[in-house]
């Protein structure tokens, strides 16, 4: 099915679930991708909004559908070890056709408030990006113990809600561990940058993150390394790109992911959490309360006790 039979649906449309007879009221667009458009919708009889997918062609749809399924299923089994329920545990909803002259898939998720990635750190500032950082490289994780590499990923598929969390957003890319990258953007792409193949491993993701988190902190340097010819590309212009920044930590973390040093995603997560994450949290305590004030403090305290000190005395 191509993109000229799925055109778009204005606010007010109910879409029909043709097994399940659930409706769905359209309130706005949220984005067309290279499979499938997303709207905001809200079922009928319930308060909830939530994100609604029509895909463009049933099987890519359902290779989207399987991916969700795993990422539900394993954060089921944690939520009941941890014997307890997040409000976030249903990526997916249901998945369905409705009749539209044809028979059109979609499938109904959860709708992640918040804004793209890039929008998130230009507004609240780049020291966010090391708990915003932590949390994606933790989602990473948890997509590639389900088997699969994201593929795809740029700051426009990680949404960040007010508090910095990190949800990813789209996972047409997806693709299992082992094969290769269904959907890539050149920028983060490693064979773009002639540093390896396009087949899915973690550090297919982890390389991609990394060229993300330059983009982020100097788009323009890597705009500029982008534009050599081909043959002329290599990791060595990310690297400088990454030496240049001014934390010392996180250019480390970074030529590391460059270079395909981790293990895996969750050696990356566990470095970045005590090397960038935890620094940088310190570091805000610490200014959040000055050294001089912290001195005054301890200061009057002394004073105060030994003007008690005194006034029992005498």
Known sequence: MGMSSNPPYPAGTVIIGKWRGNRYVVERLLGRGANGTVYLVQREGRRERYA??????????????????????????????????????SYLLEADDFTDGNNVPFYVMRYVEGRPLHLFLSRNGSSWLGLVGLKLLDKLRGLHECGFVFGDLKPENVMVSDYGEAELIDFGGASPLGRSVKQFTEWHDRGFWN?????????????????????????????KAALQLPQMRSTDELLKLARNLPDKKLSSWL????????????????????????????????????????????LSLFLLAFTIYWVIRF
């Open 195 to 223: 540093a390896g193949s396009r087949t899915g491993d973690e550090n297919y993701d982890l390389f991609a993150f990394a060229v993300l988190c330059l983009r982020l902190l100097n788009e323009e340097g890597l705009k």
């Open 255 to 298: 030529s590391l992911a460059l270079k395909g040093g981790f293990s895996g995603s969750a050696e990356a997560l566990e470095l970045w959490k005590n090397h960038i994450y935890n620094t940088r949290k310190r570091e805000a305590e610490s200014m959040a309360t000055p050294r001089w004030l912290k001195n005054a403090f301890a």
């Open 52 to 89: 609604l997918k029509i895909g463009y062609d049933t099987l890519d749809l359902q290779s989207e559908i399987n991916v969700l399924t795993s990422l539900q299923s394993r954060r089921k089994r944690n939520e009941h070890r941890a014997r307890q329920e997040s409000p976030l545990s």
